[in-house]
């Protein structure tokens, strides 16, 4: 009798694993934004809301967790269940770069979670303002190695994307410039109008962008690979400085352990959703060009740039706040 009954349990096991997976979800999933509501990572979010719901059969629920440069809501993605109801939406920040720089996290990027798919990629502009006298990537760096004093540049914040984009631009250039700290993108973008500072490597915005058509802000260059439909125009700062490259990247992760098919099943939902000419055009007005993936291609993504921060913060000496 009680061979029999683990005998029974046993196949009681095999056929609800199946069963869970495929019936999934049968109630509404939590996805965690590490930033509170309104910031560019939110907006993606909500766009994507209603959509994956229709194709999901179920609701999802916007939960912003801020805090600690991303890393507060990782934190608690990280020790959710499993069970593809708890997601996080997160981008190079949390999970690249403030592991590297914050005290307090209790994840690993590559070990506590399972990456879902790519949600968008977006280029960093360089921008410089009007009074500089240079026009592309390659004038800006001949005018900073003759000037006698350092060029001031803005960043968002130490340990901040564009904080070691830019010093990762300054060391393959041979430059020297001071930092200039802010509270976030909207005082930069006002610093660098304004003339506080010399040049600003950041995304693009809405003010950036007028600032720019009116000639108040020159745009020398653009991050991506190559060019890109987020600064139409605009030259990538790799023909000028070899090898340079750098992009945003935004996108869902799961903790690790959830069921590969549930993942599949997340995954093709994105997929469908960013494929829709409503989301992409969309994003294109918020500054980042839709684009699914593969959990391997995006794992692949976060493996390749953690030892490039790495590097930029040991041989740049960078500090978080």
């Known amino acids: 009798m009680r061979a029999c009954f683990w005998v029974l349990a046993l196949g009681l096991i095999l056929l609800t694993g199946p069963a869970t997976a495929d019936n999934y979800p049968t109630r509404p999933i939590r996805l965690i934004v590490p930033y509170p ?18 194709i999901l059969g179920q609701s999802i629920i916007i939960d912003n967790r801020g805090g600690a440069a991303g890393t507060t809501g990782a934190n608690e993605a990280a020790r959710a269940d499993a069970d593809g109801y708890t997601l996080l939406f997160a981008n190079n920040g949390p999970i690249s770069i403030a592991p590297l720089l914050q005290k307090g996290v209790d994840f690993d990027p590559l070990k506590s979670f399972v990456p879902v798919s790519l949600v968008s990629k ?9 009074k500089v006298p240079v ?3 390659a004038g800006l760096i001949a005018h900073a190695k003759s000037q006698n ?38 005082p930069t973008t006002l610093a660098i109008f304004m003339g506080e500072v010399d040049i600003l490597l950041t995304t693009t915005s809405d003010t950036l962008n007028e600032h720019i058509r009116s000639g108040k802000v020159k745009l020398l260059g ?16 790799g023909t000028a400085l070899n090898g340079y490259a750098v992009e945003t990247w935004f996108g869902i ?69």
């Open 253 to 321: 992760l799961a903790p690790t352990g959830t069921p590969p098919e549930i993942v599949e099943k997340l995954n093709a939902a994105l997929k469908s959703t960013l494929s829709t000419p409503q989301i992409r055009d969309r994003f294109l007005s918020y500054g980042v060009e839709a684009s699914s993936s593969t959990s391997a291609e995006l794992t692949a993504i976060i493996a390749a740039e953690i030892p490039l921060w790495r590097k930029v913060i040991q041989e740049r000496n960078v500090k978080a706040e």
């Open 222 to 237: 653009v991050s991506s690979p190559g060019t890109s439909p987020v600064a139409p125009g605009a030259a990538p700062i």
């Open 149 to 186: 004093k350092q060029m001031l540049y803005a960043t968002a914040g130490p340990g901040s994307l564009g904080h070691l984009s830019t010093e990762r631009f300054l060391n393959q250039a041979g430059l020297q410039m001071v930092h200039v700290p802010y509270r976030g993108q909207a």
């Open 37 to 54: 509501a309104g910031g560019s990572t939110d907006i993606m979010a909500r766009a994507l809301q209603e959509p994956m719901a229709k």
């Open 135 to 137: 026009n592309d990537v």
């Open 122 to 130: 977006a280029p960093l502009v360089l921008v410089a303002n009007e």
